[in-house]
């Protein structure tokens, strides 16, 4: 029988606790992986509440940028301001390059491959670490970088254990690091959070 937890259920559950505590209206914020666009949909619905919010919206795949776009239009609570919402589609190595540094408030990731997706269209250890270090250098003071990490598949692995060798060496004077993960759930998703110093 799969029991209920009031506190956090799942490894979204997590994230999303943490970035509400961090985005508010009128921020930008970037979906590195928008996939069906069910975390892009939490962050407009949080950040697009006033008239200057913005979020960019990025993956590999146009079919997910597809998905997301259905998914936010049929959203009541976002009409009249989709045009705050920048849909790009390519690697997160790259990000636009008309955002300036200090300017954004979360990056987001939820690392792998699209549910009921091409599983061969995962995200990869070595470009995702290259977004990981333009992300370090586009957050604000006190903004957030989050990395959801599913080592239960090889690529999935390899990643979560390079993204946090990376995050580990980490200046902490500049950043707080942390990572957080179910123990009694084996391969279980885990959160790893990045906040810059202020
Ligand atoms: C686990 S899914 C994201 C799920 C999404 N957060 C949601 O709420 O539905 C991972 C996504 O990363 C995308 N992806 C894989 N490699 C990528 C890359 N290099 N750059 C951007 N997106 C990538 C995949 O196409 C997939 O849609």
Not at 84 to 113: A, M, W
Request: with cysteine; glycine share 8%; hydrophobic share 35%.
């Amino acid at each position: 029988m799969n029991r209920q937890f009031a506190l956090f259920q799942s490894h979204l559950d997590f994230a999303h606790t943490y970035w509400k505590q961090i985005i508010a209206a009128g921020d930008t914020v970037i979906d590195a992986t928008c996939g069906n666009g069910h975390d892009t949909l939490f962050l407009a619905q949080i950040v697009l509440t006033d008239t200057s919010g913005v979020v960019i919206a990025c993956d590999l795949q146009k079919q997910a940028l597809d998905n997301t776009e259905k998914r936010l239009r049929e959203s009541n609570l976002l009409s009249g301001k989709l045009e705050r919402v920048r849909f790009v589609q390519g690697c997160h190595s790259t990000f636009p390059k008309d955002l300036k540094s200090g300017e954004v408030k979360l990056i987001v990731y939820n690392l792998g491959y699209l549910p009921k997706g091409d599983k061969a269209k995962t995200t990869l250890t070595e470009t995702t670490l290259d977004s990981l270090k333009a992300a370090t250098e586009l957050v604000v003071s006190e903004g957030i970088i989050s990395v959801t990490c599913y080592p239960g598949h090889s690529e999935g692995k390899r990643e979560e254990e390079a993204v946090l060798q990376w995050a580990s060496g980490l200046d902490p004077r500049f950043w707080s690091s942390s990572h957080h993960q179910w123990v009694n759930r084996e391969e279980s998703p885990s959160l790893l959070l990045l906040q810059k110093g202020c």
